[in-house]
Every structure is written in C-alpha cells, then in structure tokens.
C-alpha cells in the first residue's frame, strides 16, 4: 500500500505533533488516534464532516494525547487580557479552536482551527501556523479576536489552549494504536452519549441523506466545504487510518478503509465539476462501507 505524503488540513494534529517533539509519531497516527476517520456525520441535517456523529476535535485530541501516554493541562475562559496574560507566560501552547478566518495574515480560508503558540512579544503574537505558516506574525488584537472562537460551534467556550505537555506513561504507536480500536468502533456503531444538534444524522445515513441533498440541488456552503475541506480532510482521515491498521496487521478493516478513502476521493472532481449525478452516486457507494468497516474491526 502506497502511503499518501503531502499537504493537507490536519491542523491539530499537526499542532500536537510540534508539542511532542521528537517523540511524537506521526500526524497520520495523531490523526488515527483521534478517532477522526471512523464514520461520518451530517450536523444539524444540512453540514457534512467526514468524522464521527457526535465527534469533535476537542473529543479527538483529548484522546490522542492520553493514549499516547501523554498529558497536558487545558485552560479556556476570562477576560481577552487574562487569556492573553496566559498566554504570555505559557510558552509554546497548543492553542484552539480559533476562529481561521479571522487570522490576519491568512489570504482567505476559514472554519475552526488549531495553531502552536511560540510567544507573546509585547503586542505581537509569534506562531507555527501548522496550513503553511511557520513563524507566522500578527497583532495580539487580530489573535484574540480568532482565539475568541465564537463562530466555532462545538465550542461552549473561549480562549482555549493546552500547555504543560508531560510523558506519563512509556507505550508504543502499536499500542496506542490498539488501544483506540475499541472507540473506534463504538464511533462507527453511533454514540448516544454526546451532545448534537436536532435532525444530525451519522454514518450510512448521513452519507444516503447527503445523497439525496445533492440530487436536490446542495446549497453552495455545503458545497463550497465539502470542496475545499471536506473531503480532503476526509480522504486522508480514512487513508491514514488504513496505513495503521495494516502496519497492524489488520489486513480487512485496513482494506475496507483504504476502500472508503478512494471511494470519497473520487468525489472530488465531480464535485468541482458540477457533476452532482457522480457526486450523489459516489455518497451511495460510500454508505455500506462505515458498516463493512465496523464489522471488520468489531
């Protein structure tokens, strides 16, 4: 199996993957660990997300962190000069949600985002923005209006970041790996015990529903992120997760992934192309395979 390298939005892995060190697997792994590839979701009915119903990057990085045998202390609330006080004496911090379309030096883009903090200096913000921006600069204001995050809405809260990272426990990747199975087939059966927004639909469901949205004409946001976010993110969740699973050796599920993943890739140029025939045929295609994948695992 040949292992996709190359860019890609995989922001807080990223972000976690600079915190670490030299002794941070790789993103693909972060990303596995997340729990992120496992199943699909339809927010509120009307907003695709290749991740699981009821997941979010929040979920996903607690996660990760823990079954790498890390921790770290998370911070969030007060005041903009309080979080900016914080942040001034942190250090290097995993910092996010922010809201990306307000970050001053990115030449568009938007949605949630995760960056690495370096320092504060006087009015300045210094950070390794993990979209193609090491040593990104930007006014302490312009930052604290992103970090408020108040379009990203997962969140119930602001200013949040994580610092303090500490190696509590010796494990390997293949045990980290192993490790986060379980969860992942709990996100591939459908969690009941997390909050979501009335008519979000998960897994074959979603992607049937979304099927029928886009034979019905899918609105341009939907469309505009499914482009420029969804399925890229989306893909390589799934394509990472299939490289894991055969380093594994976990040869089926590792199958049914890598499956998924070229079923969702191939949507990509339909999608741009307008040809929504191939799109919603492509959604119907991709539907079983969550299921397959849990049988699999399971």
Request: hydrophobic share 45%.
């Amino acid at each position: 199996m040949l292992t996709y390298t190359g860019s890609g939005p995989y922001c807080y892995a990223n972000s976690l993957a600079m915190m670490l060190g030299p002794a941070s697997p790789g993103a693909g792994v972060i990303e596995t660990l997340t729990g992120s590839p496992f199943g699909m979701q339809l927010v509120g009915g009307s907003q695709p997300f290749f991740d699981p119903y009821g997941w979010d990057p929040e979920l996903g990085l607690d996660a990760a962190v823990a079954l790498l045998g890390w921790s770290c202390e998370r911070s969030h609330g007060g005041t903009a000069e309080e979080a900016l006080e914080r942040l001034r004496a942190a250090g290097p911090a995993l910092v996010g949600p922010v809201d990306m379309a307000l970050l001053s030096y990115t030449p568009g883009g938007g949605g949630d985002h995760y960056v690495v903090v370096l320092a504060v200096e006087g009015d300045t913000v210094v950070l390794h923005d993990p979209h193609g921006h090491p040593f990104a600069t930007l006014p302490a204001t312009d930052f604290l209006a992103a970090w408020r995050a108040e379009s990203v809405e997962y969140l119930d809260t602001s200013y949040v970041m994580r610092t303090g990272f500490v190696r509590v426990r010796d494990t390997s990747v293949e045990r980290a790996l192993r490790d986060c199975l379980p969860a992942a087939v709990r996100w591939l059966e459908g969690r009941d015990d997390l909050p979501v927004p009335p008519g979000t639909l998960g897994g074959a469901a979603a992607a049937l529903r979304l099927a029928e949205q886009v034979e019905g004409g899918l609105a341009g946001q939907a469309r505009g992120m499914l482009v420029h976010f969804g399925v890229r993110v989306g893909v390589r969740r799934l394509a990472d997760a299939a490289t894991c699973l055969a380093g594994l050796g976990l040869a089926e599920p590792a199958a049914v992934a890598r499956e998924q993943a070229r079923v969702l890739g191939a949507l990509q140029h339909p999608l741009v192309t307008g040809d929504d025939e191939a799109v919603a045929a492509g959604l119907r295609r991709l539907a079983p395979g969550y299921d397959k994948l849990r049988s699999a695992l399971g």
